[in-house]
């Protein structure tokens, strides 16, 4: 096994544990992750990271997910999986979109907030209209940026 893929594998039982770490305070929640989810998180976040053309160094964005998320009156445990999943890829689809304008924080925060609010818990509502008007919105204030780099 070379180096690279030594070091690969460790960043993934470290993936693996850092997910499942989270399960002491989510738990409170009602939500918490397997062994498994957390594998299948760790496999979902690289096809998403591959599909999105986005590169990563450190732990990701999914912890921020879970801990905004977790308290939502939305999710489920029965769903939380696959919920987690798809909120990563709409937060990476519109890092892209607002060309890196946002910072994380922002954007998990807003994601957060609008699931809550306006969503009343659609990831089909967040992933097309609540976060395209926040793209909008971006390209409006940075117009002069948006138009330089088009």
């Not at 937060?91 to 306006?118: P, Q």
């Amino acid at each position: 096994m070379e180096k690279w893929e030594i070091m690969l594998k460790g960043q993934e039982k470290a993936q693996i544990q850092n997910y499942l770490h989270t399960n002491s305070y989510t738990q409170g929640f009602g939500l918490s992750l397997t062994e498994e989810d957390a594998k299948q998180l760790v496999i979902a976040h690289q096809k998403t990271l591959k599909e999105k053309q986005r590169f990563e160094f450190g732990e990701g964005i999914l912890s921020k997910l879970i801990f905004a998320f977790c308290d939502s009156s939305y999710i489920n445990q029965a769903e939380y999986k696959e919920t987690l999943i798809e909120l990563e890829e709409i937060f990476y689809e519109y890092k892209n979109e607002s060309k890196d304008l946002i910072t994380d924080d922002e954007l998990v925060e807003y994601m957060a907030k609008t699931f809550e609010g306006e969503c009343c818990g659609s990831i089909e509502y967040l992933r097309g209209t609540a976060l395209a008007k926040l793209i909008r919105k971006l390209r409006m204030e940075h117009d002069g940026i948006w138009q330089e780099e088009e």
